[in-house]
Every structure is written in structure tokens, then in C-alpha cells.
């Protein structure tokens, strides 16, 4: 009875303390780490020295401090601070300070009141200095603060009137990162209003050239900050380009461009005249003036300074490249003008006495002139500066003002031809390029074209090339002109064989341009005769076949020109027109047989192809069954059709091409599942099987294609293309498994694919429905919470039934699809001379391609070397080899180095560009979705996520191969 007792008493007595745990607060632990101004406080106790608290500074600066103890760091360094006595550690502190408050995540608007009250007692103008330089990152750091600004602009206003540069220096700059508008509330201060701007500009005229500098610098952050500049600040922006001190001339020509632009109709007086200039006139004027400066710096900044004014008056623009000044630069008077001065002054010229008729007033033309003298030439001296950096900015500043002004163009064209001659390459290129924007607005002389194509013997590649394009789009003046430039342009093509691309693409461009001019040519540069006949030229020849690229290409806005042709001249026209399609046009060759006219791509035809590709893709998504007969048949001639569109439609061929290869891989994957292969036994139809495997494996490769050789995929699309590769390899999987793969391969196997399953439904999950209704994946995301607790053969099973039953995709219309492609240039492959060499040295190989649709080139493109014994060299080109010569186009340039052992004789070699890619199975960090518990088939699953996290690289051919002979030949001994 006790003993029952007892137990019913404890019971009840953990029943009441259950339920006061229940109700009880639960208790929270804190983590805390040790206290840095803790720690730091013992150590600069420690300290015994400077030299020793200078070390524990320097030590704790090294380390990071966490976003929680910066306030107590600031305080314990604050106050050590206070007790310290030597300038440099107080320093170190002030500056240890400035990088506190820089720290991220943390707001310093709780150590203001600290930072402003450690000025007041200081007495080192150095230790000043710094610690306005951490008032000024503070201020940085709350430039918005309305109750922190005026605090720092009354410290700044405070402490401009120190004797020290440096303390004068951080003031200005702390006004011109927090100082505001006279009319903002920010700025008022006890009622009154301080003008920021008229502070800083107090200091303009400083004893010291640093200070200057500062005050420049502030007023123009003033600029940079939204705040509008007063314009009385124009002459003594002006008065600052004459200083001593470079950096202040060079913060001036700043200055007094932002006014230029502030104000540019406002109208300012002329020293010791009446008369009256545009601001931005006699901004101009003064810039052009330091174009002459003694630093080339300022010469360079004057000059590009000069290139953005384009709101300068023409005559003062004209002016520049005038050496000679235009009439003193003063404003003549009229002839009535003076004979009513005349008649007024009452005072005529007897002519008795000599001189009695001269100017009474005497004249300063350094006093009069409208602009400086300096400006008369300004582009003129910029150009024939000694320093290559300053002829660069000239350059480029003509070309913005030529852009601007075509008077001005044409006036600056004879300045530009003769930087052609210059002796540094960049100048020369810059140039080049220069003229090639502004050549719709020009035309060029012959002495100027003679000039322009002396150029064609440099031996830079870079530069000739350059001048190819620029005689593309420049217009000439006479047919002697268009003569002179066939002559050139043929010297160089037999001077530099490998600039034949490039020769007959300028060709093509300047017939184009100027038919008329190439009319009267035409029997002198076909070599015919009205009455004799003559030889027929070689079309090997390739200068032969410029000239004809030229004729034809001038024929086409010329319908009377192929009168003038012979016979062999339409059989060379059909020749080139098959081999140089893109270099030759059609023409209308009536009565010859050769009526090769083709229909412009209009935009109906567009149209219609656009259709026609549409319909096919909806032809094709009729298809139901895979089995179905005549379901190969379609697809098949789909195949076909597509492909052939993407011929004849070069808008549409990355799209047709896309579709295409798209069907081609549902065409393989539906013979490699014929009724007949999957009902007999494995050893009875061997070939059936291998055949399959073969096609799983080139299916991966189409979907590696799609996905990475195409530009401009949508989300859809590239689920389409990860759907198909899915299949694929559930074909792989179920071919293993009919081999007798072994069970632990297997197992992996599964284990990866059903990976593989989880990472596409994570990635694509709202693509799904999409997709259609019976198709591969939806039947696995319908089983998925069983697969994992099947063993792998009735997973193989299910896979196989699944892909059976599995329908076609429907494939949207891709819209903006583009395929990469490159095209090898050089070498040509078509030389049967080997390239010979000493065996076991290297010999280069020059290679030139153009490369289109490739994003970012110079990570992805790579050029393979196959030697006859099977060996495979894979280079990465440097990426200065890369250039970029217009949109969505790139050309390489580069040397690939060979070197082989001893051989008998020549053999080829293959050369080809290869895009590489890296494709994961995830675009996240993969998370296990199969635990070990549910995975009954394997027990190693620790290495699962970093196999599926591991990506599948490989490479795509990018370009047809090119054969090159080579012989490398024993060393001599």
C-alpha cells in the first residue's frame, strides 16, 4: 500500500513538472568570440615604447575586424589616442581609424562626435591631416546624412585657414565630397548660408600648387555630384591654365571644358576690346592654346578635350588647322565703316606729309586677338608633337569634330593622309581607322589617294588590312583614281600572296561604288580589241581574278557594260560565279545562256521560307507513334528539306540547320529501336546491337552540337535538346545491360542516370508541361518515387518500355538562332610544295580564319593538328590573336608551331578549328535526392554528388579540315 502510494505520488509530481517545462522560457545560447578591443586594449597596455605600440598597430592592421566590434575597436583606439603622446603612433591611430569606418555592413554615424571632437586639441598638422582624411571616408561613406554634412562642411571651413598644405588639402577635398548647393536646407548653418563653391574657389589663387590642385579637383567633384557650377568661375579657371604647377593646368583644362558645356551661349567680353565672344568659343580658344603645352600629358588631355567641344563656331574650329593668323583674329570694319569714321574724325589726308594717315592708336595683338594666338594650328602642332600619345589624341579628336561637321571633314582630310607616313605603327593605324569613319563624308584627290596607298607596302598585316577596309568605303574623284588603285592593290597582292582575300573583298567594294568610273576602263583592263582577238588570261591567276571581281561587281549598277565583254569573259563570269559566289553578283546576261540572274532575298521570300519551315515542324509533330509506317520516310524527307532551306536562305540557315539536326537524332533513335533488334536474342543479332550502341553515342554528339554550336536558344528549346540527350542515354544504358555489362558498372550506372533524371526535372521543371503529353521524361516523373526502390533490372525494364512508347517532341520555331561556324583562310591546302624542316625542331605555320556566331572566342576556340601516325596536338591561340572586325564576326590570326620526327617522304597533315565546351548536368550544386537506404543497388554513394557535379567537356569540330603537306627532314650531322 505504501509502496503504491509512493509511485502514484511520483507520478503526479512529474506530471506538474512536465508541465512547468512546457510553459518555462526556453533558454538560448549565445556564441560569442573573443573581444578584438579587448584583446587590443591589452596589448597597447603592454606597450612600453612607440616603437612597441607602432608593432601591436601594425600586427592588429593586418587582421580583420568584424563588422560587430568595429565601434569598440574605435573606442579603445580613440582612447589610447588621447593618451598617446608620440606624433607617429597618434598617426598610425588616426589612420587605423579611417579604415574602421571603411569596413563593410558597418554605419558610422555613431563615431562622428568622436572623429570631429579628436580635432579640436590636436596640435600636429600631420596628425591633422589624417584625421580629416578619416572625416573625409566617413563622409564618403554617409553622403546623404542631412545631420552629418553640416557638421563636416563647419569642420572643414573651420580648419582651411592652417598653415600646413596637407590639413588645406583635406579640407577642400572634404567640402568637395559632402559640400551641397547654396540652396539646399544641408548647406544652411545658423541661419545663414555658406557657398560651398565660393569657399573652394577662394583657394584657386593658394601660394601652394597642391592646394590649387585640391581646390580644382573638389569643384569639379562638386560637378561629378550633380551640383551646378557657378559660371564666375570661368576666369579663374582660365587664369589657372598659365601656372606653373602641371597637374593644376591639367585639373584647369577640366574646369574650363565643364563650363564650356554648363554654359556654351553665355557671352563674355575680350580683354582691352569691344567685342564679345561665345563662351564656349573662347573655351575653345584657350584649350586649343595648351595644345602647346611644355607637359605632354596636358597636351594629350588638351587635345581629346578638344574632340568633345562640338558647339564651337566653324570659324574657330577652321582655325585650328591654320597655322597663319586669320587677320589678327580681330573683326575687320567695313569700307563704309571707316569712310564714316573718317568723316566724322573731320581729318583727311593731304598727302603732303609722310605717314600723316597713319593708325593713331597703337596696336597689341596679344590684347585684341578674338581667341589666343596659340589656338591658330592647335591640330596642326598636335599633330607633329613629338610624342606619339599626343598625335593619337589629335587624331581622335579630329575624327569626333569631323564626324560632327563635313566642311570640317574635307578641310582635315590632307592633315589625316600625311599621319599615313607617320613613323610609330599606332599612329599610322589609329589614323586609318580614323579616316574610315569619316569617308562618307569625304572624297579623295588623286595625289591624295597616291599618299593613302603607299601605305599598301607596310608589312604589317594589321595595317593593310586596315587600309583595305578604308578603300571599301572611301569614294574617289576621277577613273585615274580607280586606276591607280587596281595598280596598287595588285603590287600587293603579289607582294603578300596571303592578303589575296582581303584584295579581292576591296575590289569588290570599290566597283560597286564606282561604276561609272570603272566603265571606261573596261576593255583596257580586260585587254580586249574591237577588231583582233585576243589570248585568254589564266584564271589561276590571281590578280586576274581581281580584276574581274572588280568589272563584275561595277556591272551590276551598270546594265551596258557586258557588251564590252568577250567571249571568255561569260565563261569566267559562270567559273567565278560557282567558286566566288560571295565576291562575284548575279547578273542578267540575256542571250548568252548565262541568264544567272537570282531573285533577291526580299522580304516575301524571307517570308515564304519562314513559312515553309513552319509547316514542316507541323507536318512532323503529327506523328504519333515512331513506329507508325512511313513515319522514317517523313522524317527523312524533312531532314532533307530542311537542310536544303538552309542553303538557299542564308537568313534562315541556323534555324533550318537547328531543326534538322534536331530531327536527325529522333530519326536515329527510332531505327535503333526496331521491333526486330529488341525480340531476338543478343549473340543472333550482334550487328543490330552495335549499330544501336553507335547511334546512342552519335546522338550525344548532335545534342553536344545543338547546345553549344547554336547562339540564341530559348528555355525550351534547350529542354528539347537535354530531353533527346536523355534518351540517349537511357539507350546507352539498356545496350550495356543486353551486353552483359557487370553488375557494379551497372549498378553506377543506374545510379548516375536516375542523377541525371533529378538534376533535368530541378532544371527544367516548368518546361515540363510543355513538352508533350506522352513524351520520355513525363513517364519517368510519373514513376519516380518507385525508381529509386527498384533494383536495376526492372529499372532497365521500365527505361526500355518507356522509350518504346515514347512520342516525338514538339520542336517550336527558333527564331534568333545562329550557328558557329569558321572558315580556315590560310593555309589553303592547295599547295603541293611540302613545307620541309629540320626533324626534331619546330617550324610555324601561319593560320587565318574568320569566325562568326562565337561568344567570347578566346575561351572556347582551339586549332587541332593531326600528324599522319595518329597524333593529335591541341593549341590554344593567345588572345591577342583574336580580333573582332565587326559585329558577331571575329578573325584569328595566329602561328601554330609543327615538329615531328624524320620522315621518308611527305605526308599531309590536317589542320581544323575546334569549339570547346563544358556542359554539367546541373547549373546548381546537385543535392542527392536517393538516400543510401532507398538506393538497394549500390552501397558506395559518398562519391555520387562530386561525379554528378563533375562537367562533360569536349570539343566540336568547328571548321572543315586543311590539308598541308609537310616534310621533316634528318638533321645533318
Same mark, same amino acid.
Given at each position: 500500500?505504501?509502496?503504491?502510494?509512493?509511485?502514484?505520488?511520483?507520478?503526479?509530481?512529474?506530471?506538474?513538472?512536465?508541465?512547468?517545462?512546457?510553459?518555462?522560457?526556453?533558454?538560448?545560447?549565445?556564441?560569442?568570440?573573443?573581444?578584438?578591443?579587448?584583446?587590443?586594449?591589452?596589448?597597447?597596455?603592454?606597450?612600453?615604447?612607440p616603437t612597441d605600440a607602432l608593432q601591436f598597430l601594425l600586427h592588429?592592421?593586418?587582421?580583420?575586424?568584424?563588422?560587430?566590434?568595429? !565601434?569598440?575597436?574605435?573606442?579603445?583606439?580613440?582612447?589610447?589616442?588621447?593618451?598617446?603622446? *608620440?606624433?607617429?603612433?597618434?598617426?598610425?591611430?588616426?589612420?587605423?581609424?579611417?579604415?574602421?569606418?571603411?569596413?563593410?555592413?558597418?554605419?558610422?554615424?555613431?563615431?562622428?562626435?568622436?572623429?570631429?571632437?579628436?580635432?579640436?586639441?590636436?596640435?600636429?598638422?600631420?596628425?591633422?591631416?589624417?584625421?580629416?582624411?578619416?572625416?573625409?571616408?566617413?563622409?564618403?561613406?554617409?553622403?546623404?546624412?542631412?545631420?552629418?554634412?553640416?557638421?563636416?562642411?563647419?569642420?572643414?571651413?573651420?580648419?582651411?585657414?592652417?598653415?600646413?598644405?596637407?590639413?588645406?588639402?583635406?579640407?577642400?577635398?572634404?567640402?568637395?565630397?559632402?559640400?551641397?548647393?547654396?540652396?539646399?536646407?544641408?548647406?544652411?548653418?545658423?541661419?545663414?548660408?555658406?557657398?560651398?563653391?565660393?569657399?573652394?574657389?577662394?583657394?584657386? #589663387?593658394?601660394? *601652394?600648387?597642391?592646394?590649387?590642385?585640391?581646390?580644382?579637383?573638389?569643384?569639379?567633384?562638386?560637378?561629378?555630384?550633380?551640383?551646378?557650377?557657378?559660371?564666375?568661375?570661368?576666369?579663374?579657371?582660365?587664369?589657372?591654365?598659365?601656372?606653373?604647377? !602641371?597637374?593644376?593646368?591639367?585639373?584647369?583644362? &577640366?574646369?574650363?571644358?565643364?563650363?564650356?558645356?554648363?554654359?556654351?551661349?553665355?557671352?563674355?567680353?575680350?580683354?582691352?576690346?569691344?567685342?564679345?565672344?561665345?563662351?564656349?568659343?573662347?573655351?575653345?580658344?584657350?584649350?586649343?592654346?595648351?595644345?602647346? *603645352?611644355?607637359?605632354?600629358?596636358?597636351?594629350?588631355?588638351?587635345?581629346?578635350?578638344?574632340?568633345?567641344?562640338?558647339?564651337?563656331?566653324?570659324?574657330?574650329?577652321?582655325?585650328?588647322?591654320?597655322?597663319?593668323?586669320?587677320?589678327?583674329?580681330?573683326?575687320?570694319?567695313?569700307?563704309?565703316?571707316?569712310?564714316?569714321?573718317?568723316?566724322?574724325?573731320?581729318?583727311?589726308?593731304?598727302?603732303?606729309?609722310?605717314?600723316?594717315?597713319?593708325?593713331?592708336?597703337?596696336?597689341?595683338?596679344?590684347?585684341?586677338?578674338?581667341?589666343?594666338?596659340?589656338?591658330?594650328? #592647335?591640330?596642326?602642332?598636335?599633330?607633329?608633337?613629338?610624342?606619339?600619345?599626343?598625335?593619337?589624341?589629335?587624331?581622335?579628336?579630329?575624327?569626333?569634330?569631323?564626324s560632327s561637321s563635313p566642311s570640317f571633314a574635307d578641310k582635315c582630310?590632307?592633315?589625316?593622309?600625311?599621319?599615313?607616313?607617320?613613323?610609330?605603327?599606332?599612329?599610322?593605324?589609329?589614323?586609318?581607322?580614323?579616316?574610315?569613319?569619316?569617308?562618307?563624308?569625304?572624297?579623295?584627290?588623286?595625289?591624295?589617294?597616291?599618299?593613302?596607298?603607299?601605305?599598301?607596302?607596310?608589312?604589317?598585316?594589321?595595317?593593310?588590312?586596315?587600309?583595305?577596309?578604308?578603300?571599301?568605303?572611301?569614294?574617289?574623284?576621277?577613273? !585615274?583614281?580607280?586606276?591607280?588603285?587596281?595598280?596598287?592593290?595588285?603590287?600587293?597582292?603579289?607582294?603578300?600572296?596571303?592578303?589575296?582575300?582581303?584584295?579581292?573583298?576591296?575590289?569588290?567594294?570599290?566597283?560597286?561604288?564606282?561604276?561609272?568610273?570603272?566603265?571606261?576602263?573596261?576593255?583596257?583592263?580586260?585587254?580586249?580589241?574591237?577588231?583582233?582577238?585576243?589570248?585568254?588570261?589564266?584564271?589561276?591567276?590571281?590578280?586576274?581574278?581581281?580584276?574581274?571581281?572588280?568589272?563584275?561587281?561595277?556591272?551590276?549598277?551598270?546594265?551596258?557594260?557586258?557588251?564590252?565583254?568577250?567571249?571568255?569573259?561569260?565563261?569566267?563570269?559562270?567559273?567565278?560565279?560557282?567558286?566566288?559566289?560571295?565576291?562575284?553578283?548575279?547578273?542578267?546576261?540575256?542571250?548568252?545562256?548565262?541568264?544567272?540572274?537570282?531573285?533577291?532575298?526580299?522580304?516575301?521570300?524571307?517570308?515564304?521560307?519562314?513559312?515553309?519551315?513552319?509547316?514542316?515542324?507541323?507536318?512532323?509533330?503529327?506523328?504519333?507513334?515512331?513506329?507508325?509506317?512511313?513515319?522514317?520516310?517523313?522524317? *527523312?524527307?524533312?531532314?532533307?528539306?530542311?537542310?536544303?532551306?538552309?542553303?538557299? &536562305?542564308?537568313?534562315?540557315?541556323?534555324?533550318?540547320?537547328?531543326?534538322?539536326?534536331?530531327?536527325?537524332?529522333?530519326?536515329?533513335?527510332?531505327?535503333?529501336?526496331?521491333?526486330?533488334?529488341?525480340?531476338?536474342?543478343?549473340?543472333?543479332?550482334?550487328?543490330?546491337?552495335?549499330?544501336?550502341?553507335?547511334?546512342?553515342?552519335?546522338?550525344?554528339?548532335?545534342?553536344?552540337?545543338?547546345?553549344?554550336?547554336?547562339?540564341?536558344?530559348?528555355?525550351?528549346?534547350?529542354? #528539347?535538346?537535354?530531353?533527346?540527350?536523355?534518351?540517349?542515354? #537511357?539507350?546507352?544504358?539498356?545496350?550495356?545491360?543486353?551486353? &552483359?555489362?557487370?553488375?557494379?558498372?551497372?549498378?553506377?550506372?543506374?545510379?548516375?542516370?536516375?542523377?541525371?533524371?533529378?538534376?533535368?526535372?530541378?532544371?527544367?521543371?516548368?518546361?515540363?508541361?510543355?513538352?508533350?503529353?506522352?513524351?520520355?521524361?513525363?513517364?519517368?516523373?510519373?514513376?519516380?518515387?518507385?525508381?529509386?526502390?527498384?533494383?536495376?533490372?526492372?529499372?532497365?525494364?521500365?527505361?526500355?518500355?518507356?522509350?518504346?512508347?515514347?512520342?516525338?517532341?514538339?520542336?517550336?520555331?527558333?527564331?534568333?538562332?545562329?550557328?558557329?561556324?569558321?572558315?580556315?583562310?590560310?593555309?589553303?591546302?592547295?599547295?603541293?610544295?611540302?613545307?620541309?624542316?629540320?626533324?626534331?625542331?619546330?617550324?610555324?605555320?601561319?593560320?587565318?580564319?574568320?569566325?562568326?556566331?562565337?561568344?567570347?572566342?578566346?575561351?572556347?576556340?582551339?586549332? &587541332?593538328?593531326?600528324?599522319?601516325?595518329?597524333?593529335?596536338?591541341?593549341?590554344?591561340?593567345?588572345?591577342?590573336?583574336?580580333?573582332?572586325?565587326?559585329?558577331?564576326?571575329?578573325?584569328?590570326?595566329?602561328?601554330?608551331?609543327?615538329?615531328?620526327?624524320?620522315?621518308?617522304?611527305?605526308?599531309?597533315?590536317?589542320?581544323?578549328?575546334?569549339?570547346?565546351?563544358?556542359?554539367?548536368?546541373?547549373?546548381?550544386?546537385?543535392?542527392?535526392?536517393?538516400?543510401?537506404?532507398?538506393?538497394?543497388?549500390?552501397?558506395?554513394?559518398?562519391?555520387?554528388?562530386?561525379?554528378?557535379?563533375?562537367?562533360?567537356?569536349?570539343?566540336?569540330?568547328?571548321?572543315?579540315?586543311?590539308?598541308?603537306?609537310?616534310?621533316?627532314?634528318?638533321?645533318?650531322?
Amino acid at each position: 500500500m505504501a509502496a503504491h502510494l509512493k509511485k502514484r505520488v511520483y507520478e503526479e509530481f512529474s506530471k506538474v513538472t512536465q508541465v512547468l517545462h512546457e510553459e518555462a522560457p526556453a533558454k538560448k545560447l549565445r556564441l560569442s568570440k573573443p573581444s578584438k578591443s579587448a584583446a587590443l586594449h591589452v596589448d597597447l597596455c603592454k606597450a612600453t615604447n612607440p616603437t612597441d605600440a607602432l608593432q601591436f598597430l601594425l600586427h592588429f592592421a593586418r587582421k580583420p575586424v568584424e563588422t560587430e566590434s568595429v !565601434e569598440g575597436v574605435f573606442r579603445i583606439l580613440l582612447e589610447h589616442y588621447y593618451k598617446e603622446t *608620440d606624433n607617429s603612433v597618434r598617426l598610425k591611430i588616426a589612420s587605423l581609424l579611417g579604415l574602421l569606418a571603411k569596413t563593410q555592413g558597418f554605419n558610422p554615424d555613431c563615431i562622428v562626435d568622436d572623429a570631429i571632437n579628436s580635432l579640436s586639441n590636436e596640435k600636429s598638422h600631420q596628425v591633422l591631416a589624417q584625421l580629416l582624411e578619416t572625416l573625409l571616408l566617413i563622409g564618403c561613406q554617409l553622403p546623404d546624412s542631412p545631420a552629418v554634412r553640416p557638421r563636416l562642411v563647419q569642420v572643414a571651413c573651420k580648419h582651411l585657414a592652417d598653415t600646413y598644405f596637407g590639413v588645406r588639402m583635406k579640407c577642400l577635398q572634404l567640402l568637395g565630397c559632402v559640400g551641397a548647393d547654396d540652396h539646399s536646407a544641408a548647406a544652411k548653418q545658423d541661419g545663414a548660408v555658406r557657398d560651398v563653391q565660393s569657399i573652394i574657389s577662394n583657394y584657386f #589663387a593658394d601660394q *601652394d600648387p597642391r592646394v590649387r590642385n585640391a581646390a580644382l579637383k573638389a569643384t569639379l567633384q562638386l560637378h561629378e555630384r550633380g551640383i551646378k557650377i557657378h559660371e564666375i568661375i570661368y576666369d579663374q579657371a582660365c587664369l589657372l591654365l598659365s601656372d606653373d604647377y !602641371e597637374q593644376v593646368r591639367s585639373a584647369a583644362v &577640366q574646369m574650363v571644358w565643364v563650363l564650356s558645356q554648363l554654359y556654351p551661349e553665355s557671352i563674355v567680353p575680350i580683354p582691352s576690346s569691344n567685342e564679345e565672344i561665345r563662351l564656349v568659343d573662347d573655351a575653345f580658344g584657350k584649350i586649343s592654346h595648351m595644345v602647346s *603645352d611644355g607637359s605632354w600629358m596636358v597636351r594629350v588631355q588638351a587635345a581629346k578635350t578638344l574632340g568633345s567641344m562640338l558647339q564651337v563656331s566653324p570659324h574657330f574650329l577652321e582655325q585650328t588647322l591654320d597655322k597663319k593668323l586669320m587677320s589678327d583674329l580681330r573683326r575687320k570694319r567695313t569700307a563704309h565703316e571707316r569712310a564714316k569714321e573718317l568723316f566724322s574724325s573731320g581729318e583727311f589726308s593731304s598727302g603732303r606729309k609722310w605717314a600723316d594717315d597713319a593708325p593713331k592708336e597703337k596696336l597689341d595683338t596679344n590684347t585684341v586677338n578674338l581667341i589666343a594666338s596659340g589656338a591658330c594650328g #592647335a591640330f596642326v602642332h598636335g599633330l607633329e608633337d613629338e610624342m606619339f600619345e599626343v598625335r593619337i589624341a589629335a587624331v581622335e579628336a579630329l575624327c569626333q569634330l569631323a564626324s560632327s561637321s563635313p566642311s570640317f571633314a574635307d578641310k582635315c582630310l590632307d592633315f589625316l593622309v600625311d599621319m599615313f607616313n607617320d613613323e610609330i605603327e599606332e599612329v599610322r593605324l589609329q589614323s586609318i581607322h580614323v579616316l574610315r569613319q569619316i569617308s562618307t563624308h569625304i572624297t579623295l584627290r588623286e595625289d591624295q589617294l597616291d599618299t593613302v596607298l603607299a601605305v599598301l607596302e607596310d608589312s604589317s598585316r594589321d595595317i593593310r588590312e586596315a587600309l583595305h577596309e578604308l578603300i571599301c568605303y572611301t569614294n574617289v574623284s576621277t577613273k !585615274e583614281c580607280i586606276q591607280l588603285a587596281l595598280l596598287e592593290l595588285l603590287k600587293n597582292l603579289s607582294k603578300y600572296p596571303t592578303d589575296r582575300n582581303s584584295v579581292w573583298k576591296c575590289l569588290q567594294f570599290l566597283g560597286s561604288r564606282h561604276p561609272t568610273l570603272v566603265l571606261p576602263l573596261v576593255p583596257e583592263l580586260l585587254s580586249t580589241h574591237p577588231y583582233f582577238d585576243t589570248p585568254e588570261p589564266d584564271m589561276d591567276d590571281p590578280a586576274y581574278i581581281a580584276v574581274l571581281v572588280l568589272v563584275f561587281n561595277a556591272a551590276q549598277w551598270c546594265p551596258s557594260m557586258p557588251a564590252l565583254f568577250s567571249d571568255h569573259t561569260f565563261r569566267h563570269y559562270a567559273y567565278l560565279r560557282d567558286s566566288l559566289s560571295h565576291l562575284v553578283p548575279p547578273l542578267r546576261l540575256h542571250g548568252r545562256g548565262l541568264d544567272l540572274a537570282e531573285s533577291q532575298c526580299g522580304s516575301g521570300s524571307v517570308e515564304a521560307a519562314q513559312s515553309f519551315l513552319q509547316q514542316s515542324l507541323n507536318r512532323v509533330s503529327t506523328i504519333q507513334n515512331l513506329e507508325a509506317p512511313g513515319a522514317l520516310d517523313l522524317l *527523312d524527307l524533312t531532314i532533307r528539306d530542311l537542310r536544303r532551306l538552309g542553303e538557299l &536562305q542564308t537568313e534562315l540557315l541556323g534555324a533550318a540547320d537547328f531543326c534538322a539536326t534536331f530531327l536527325s537524332c529522333h530519326l536515329l533513335l527510332i531505327k535503333a529501336l526496331q521491333e526486330k533488334s529488341w525480340n531476338t536474342a543478343v549473340p543472333l543479332c550482334l550487328k543490330q546491337n552495335v549499330s544501336a550502341t553507335a547511334a546512342a553515342q552519335q546522338i550525344l554528339e548532335e545534342t553536344y552540337k545543338l547546345e553549344f554550336l547554336y547562339s540564341g536558344l530559348d528555355h525550351r528549346q534547350v529542354a #528539347a535538346v537535354r530531353h533527346v540527350r536523355l534518351q540517349a542515354k #537511357a539507350l546507352q544504358l539498356v545496350m550495356a545491360a543486353r551486353f &552483359q555489362q557487370g553488375l557494379d558498372s551497372l549498378n553506377s550506372s543506374c545510379e548516375k542516370f536516375l542523377q541525371d533524371v533529378e538534376s533535368f526535372q530541378r532544371l527544367f521543371v516548368a518546361e515540363v508541361p510543355h513538352l508533350h503529353s506522352n513524351s520520355f521524361v513525363e513517364k519517368l516523373l510519373e514513376l519516380k518515387p518507385r525508381l529509386s526502390l527498384l533494383k536495376a533490372a526492372e529499372l532497365l525494364k521500365i527505361l526500355q518500355s518507356s522509350l518504346r512508347q515514347s512520342s516525338l517532341l514538339l520542336l517550336t520555331l527558333p527564331q534568333q538562332i545562329q550557328r558557329a561556324k569558321a572558315t580556315i583562310i590560310e593555309p589553303t591546302g592547295e599547295s603541293d610544295n611540302p613545307l620541309r624542316f629540320t626533324s626534331g625542331l619546330v617550324v610555324a605555320l601561319d593560320i587565318d580564319a574568320t569566325l562568326e556566331h562565337i561568344h567570347e572566342p578566346q575561351n572556347t576556340v582551339k586549332v &587541332q593538328v593531326l600528324y599522319p601516325d595518329g597524333q593529335s596536338h591541341v593549341i590554344h591561340p593567345k588572345p591577342g590573336d583574336f580580333r573582332k572586325p565587326g559585329p558577331g564576326r571575329h578573325r584569328l590570326i595566329t602561328q601554330v608551331y609543327l615538329s615531328h620526327f624524320a620522315w621518308t617522304e611527305p605526308s599531309q597533315i590536317e589542320v581544323r578549328l575546334l569549339l570547346a565546351y563544358s556542359c554539367s548536368s546541373t547549373s546548381t550544386s546537385v543535392s542527392s535526392a536517393f538516400s543510401p537506404s532507398k538506393l538497394s543497388w549500390s552501397e558506395v554513394v559518398d562519391a555520387l554528388p562530386a561525379a554528378a557535379e563533375a562537367p562533360v567537356e569536349g570539343s566540336i569540330p568547328l571548321s572543315k579540315p586543311v590539308r598541308v603537306y609537310i616534310m621533316p627532314k634528318p638533321a645533318r650531322r
